[in-house]
């Protein structure tokens, strides 16, 4: 037994043995580690140097959208647009990966050296969409977004992310405009089939009562009627133009051929359609409704887009301390690997 104790104790290796054996190694450990070292360095001043730059976004003004909201009243039955509505489709167009497949295709892939605007690389483009990135600033900033894109040029990655930002912008305010549009022409459709149901509606009414001016001609020259009898009692409002049919004829031959001369000639009856002037000061006022202003601004631009001075990749300082460790975890292994190789065999 005391044999086999002495067996593993000497088959043990503490702590202060691995420092001996390190120790000894220093100078293979040293030179590995500088070695690790001059490489990461060269790596880091080797690799193409990345920069960020960012666009700060931020919701439209109320004066952004006034020119939106001309003659846009609840009365009118067209609600007005608010900074939220506007903003809302900016957003959507923001985020939206048909713009950024439009964007790619007509801008982007004509900047890049080398590329054919014409066909579209699948590689290149979801780099693109990775370096490309749309973002909410934080919940305790209310509506403003961060637009960044990172590019080897920072020059070139502040002109691009401008252009994508207008392009987003100048899709969301021709949406916005052709919505307001397409609203007041639907309500201006409205009030002209309104319009037309009521010239049709007098049309008929107006050969309704030439039809009874008619009879009632016919029955005034039968009795040789010519002109209205003289009553001693007021009996005007019988004698009227409304007046039944069976009392029209007192009115006299000549003075239902007047009127039937009148009524068959009319060129127009819309004065005579009571509703109708009303519903057309609404049609003019919706059609001029349907040429809605295009100075509409749908987003505001928060601060500058300033050139960064640094790169954000590489990171030099992180990968020449990550390459100075792997050289000396390299050589404490190599080191102790061929100390316990030595051990193992003087021990067979």
Sequence with gaps: MQSSNENGRASEVDFFDIATVLWKGKRLIVALTLLAGLIALAVAFLSTPVYEVKFGIAPPTINDVANLNYGRTRESELAPYTVKDVYDVFLHNLQSD??????????????????DPKKIDKNLYENFYKRLTIAPVGKDIDDRWIVSLQETDPVKAAELLSAYVAQAGEAAKQEVVRN??????????????QINTLRESGKKQREDTIFR???????AKSINLDKPPIFTVDRSAEMSGDMGANLTY??????????????????SDDPFIKELRGIEEKLAYYKSLETAPDHVKVYRQDGVVSQPSSPIKPKKLLILIVGLIAGAAIGSAIVLTRYFVRRRVARA
């Design 180 to 193: 307001a549009r397409a609203e007041a022409s639907v309500r201006a459709q409205v009030l002209n089939s």
């Design 250 to 267: 007192m009115r006299g031959s000549k003075a239902l051929e007047a009127e039937l001369v009148n009524l068959e000639t009319r060129e």
């Design 98 to 115: 048909s713009l950024r497949q439009s964007f790619f295709a007509s801008v982007y892939l004509a900047s890049q050296d080398g590329s």
């Design 213 to 219: 001016l008619r009879e009632a001609l016919n029955v």
